[in-house]
């Protein structure tokens, strides 16, 4: 059972950066497939980023490209998030998810374990 753990979450103007990471522990965390996902008040989980096993692909939904960049450390079992050029509307709580599949994907549903979530909240 894969445990995960976001931090790094918290109050920024609109413009400026946070990193969030996620550690993992329990499971066999670099074989998974890892993701970010967001949701926003009264929104359903809307897909970030995604990075595969090795961490040589990722994968961004086409609003988060350019501003938002994932990577992981294996030897650390974490994933990182890092956000710049921050909007008002990226405002939400941010989970991260693991896959032990071998495809990334966009779906909630596709995802195996998931974080408790970090709140971001940028204001202009």
């Known amino acids: 059972q894969e445990q995960l753990v976001e931090s790094g979450g918290g109050l920024v103007q609109a413009g400026g950066s946070l990193r969030l990471s996620c550690a993992a522990s329990g499971g066999t965390f670099r074989t998974y497939i890892m993701a970010w996902f967001r949701q926003a008040p009264a929104k359903e989980h809307e897909f970030v980023a995604a990075?595969?096993?090795?961490?040589?692909?990722?994968y961004y939904a086409d609003s988060m490209k350019g501003r938002f960049t994932v990577s992981r450390d294996n030897a650390k079992n974490t994933v990182y998030l890092h956000m710049i050029s921050l909007k008002p509307e990226d405002t939400a709580v941010y989970y991260c998810?693991?896959?032990?599949?071998?495809?990334?994907?966009?779906?909630?549903?596709?995802?195996?374990?998931w974080g408790q979530g970090t709140q971001v909240t940028v204001f202009s």
């Open positions: 990075i595969n096993w090795s961490g040589d692909h990722t």
């Open positions: 998810a693991a896959d032990q599949g071998s495809t990334w994907h966009e779906l909630p549903g596709e995802y195996d374990y």
